[in-house]
């Protein structure tokens, strides 16, 4: 199957999730608003992310499935079973050990994480409770991971990324009932997430199964598979750990002021969109390609496959990216002001959401070059690069925090402009590794289409600039901020599209070709067996 193919099929259930997800943020955000009980909610959600990035999707699926892959395609069905019921059983333990530690140490860690509020006894508690209801999510999403990496090495995308969507159904499910209560709200979410994670994990197991993936139990133990799988994941895990890091201390700044937690949350929700919807669903269709391609010895492969990843997610990135620096306070005002989330609290979101813009195409594209690292089980490399970005976020986003504070001005925008600043360095150094070890240069061919695909995302970004300047008269004319956000999303998008095929960015000849099975591919259904479907 093709890059192109394998992603519309991530992309698509992603984009269903994602919309799931957002009705679910519009939930919260009604429930919850933008004050301490948001606070301490999102404090709680982000401690087993913490973990979940870093075990999961982080150091772990970097690790297995290039390994997985070539031993399924070297050794056989068997050998492939056994390395992921090993790798299981110990990340099972690993994960069980974590949250079982969090949740008894959870009064005296979030003396740390949520340093803000540990004079509101209330509150502190609140979060203290909510991240012990959350903690064990980490154990059910970790084992999904697997089983996930495990169907993705086979090619087969389904199962795996229609999983999130089930958190997205408990959660709106949950806190329905609840909206009018926001303490009670926020238990109904937390126990919605530890519910969901159970529920991903079980769907996904039997994805796998159906695929032929066969686990068994085992001890835990660390057999010759296992310290190929540490000895691979170890670089990775600093790298993740060092990311995890920033994420930390950008919460600890952040509790010193009331709301900053929820409207960096909040911002965060849209600039993921792009970056779910694309540059992860492109970086995982593009592991198992590249791993295989690379195994092979087809540089020129590799490269033409970087070349299509990086303008395929440019093309959908930096309009995404545009809209978010030409309107910020128009997307959050008219996406969530509702409920107890106010309009000032969108006008102080939209200074977080403005800097994150410009940091999308970074975070998209780390995305798309990790992958060309972890192909040739190089993890070592991503490690420095995250190390580096690391530094210059924690240091950047302190000086610029409390900079802005001293001038009277919210310091949280400060954490955003570093998160971006550090992204397009760990991008860079990226660019410039490959480059150096002759991995990859983009050709003429593809630098002239990211600069025409530019050029149409920076003409859409100043029709949208004008489009919040006249914001009142155009709210009055169509009926509503609502209504306006819809008019500007759908009739922007018809409009790049369009530019896109007019200035010969993309043709219809290469939409065609993109989609069109590869010689000796799979059929189109193997993404989701027949005997694998729902």
Request: net charge positive.
């Amino acid at each position: 199957m093709s890059l192109a193919r394998n992603t519309a099929v991530i992309g698509g259930l992603t984009l269903v999730s994602r919309v799931l997800g957002f009705l679910r943020d519009l939930l919260l955000a009604a429930a919850l608003g933008a004050g301490p009980v948001a606070d301490a909610f999102y404090a709680a959600l982000r401690f087993p992310n913490l973990f979940r990035r870093l075990f999961a999707e982080g150091a772990f699926s970097q690790a297995f499935v290039p390994v997985y892959s070539k031993t399924l395609a070297e050794q056989g069905e068997e050998a492939a079973d056994r390395l992921a019921s090993e790798a299981l059983a110990v990340l099972l333990l690993a994960t069980a050990v974590v949250t079982g530690i969090a949740v008894l140490c959870m009064p005296w860690i979030n003396l740390i994480l949520f340093a803000g509020y540990a004079n509101n006894p209330e509150i502190f508690q609140l979060a203290t409770l909510l991240t012990q209801i959350t903690m064990p999510y980490l154990v059910a999403i970790s084992a999904a991971t697997l089983f996930a990496g495990a169907l993705n090495a086979r090619g087969r995308f389904f199962a795996a990324a229609a999983a999130p969507s089930l958190l997205n159904v408990c959660l709106l499910v949950g806190v329905w009932f609840f909206r009018d209560d926001p303490v009670q709200a926020s238990y109904a979410a937390a126990t919605a997430v530890t519910a969901s994670g159970v529920l991903q994990a079980a769907w996904v197991a039997w994805g796998a199964r159906r695929s032929g993936t066969r686990t068994r139990p085992a001890a835990p133990a660390l057999t010759p598979n296992v310290k190929r799988l540490l000895t691979l994941a170890a670089p990775a895990a600093v790298a993740g750990g060092a990311l995890q890091i920033n994420v930390m201390i950008s919460q600890i700044l952040a509790s010193l002021e009331e709301g900053a937690i929820a409207l960096l949350n909040y911002a965060d929700r849209l600039y993921q969109m792009p970056l779910g919807l694309i540059g992860i669903a492109v970086g995982v269709a593009m592991l198992p390609r590249l791993s295989t391609l690379v195994q092979a010895g087809d540089q020129a492969g590799a490269r033409g496959a970087l070349d299509e990843a990086v303008n395929l997610s440019m093309a959908f990135t930096l309009p995404s990216a545009a809209a978010m620096m030409a309107m910020p306070v128009l997307l959050l005002d008219g996406l969530f002001a509702r409920g107890a989330f106010t309009s000032s609290d969108a006008e102080a979101g939209a200074l977080a959401l403005f800097h994150y813009g410009w940091g999308v195409p970074a975070f998209v594209l780390a995305k798309i070059y990790a992958p060309a690292f972890f192909a040739r089980e190089d993890t070592r490399a991503p490690m420095h690069f995250a190390l580096i970005s690391m530094a210059l976020n924690i240091a950047l986003g302190a000086a610029l925090f409390f900079a802005l504070r001293a001038l009277g001005e919210p310091g949280f925008p400060g954490l955003a402009i570093a998160t971006s600043a550090a992204a397009w360095l760990n991008v860079l150094l990226m660019i410039a590794s490959l480059a150096k070890r002759r991995a990859y240069a983009p050709s003429t061919r593809a630098n002239g289409r990211l600069m025409r695909i530019a050029l149409v995302s920076a003409a859409l970004g100043a029709g949208l600039f004008l489009a919040q300047a006249n914001r009142a008269a155009l709210e009055s004319m169509v009926g509503g901020k609502e209504v306006l956000i819809a008019i500007l999303i759908f009739g922007g998008g018809i409009s790049y599209f369009v530019a896109l095929f007019l200035t010969g960015s993309v043709t219809i000849s290469e939409v065609r070709a993109a989609f069109r099975r590869e010689p000796g591919a799979a059929p189109s259904g193997s993404a989701l067996p027949p005997d694998a479907a729902p």
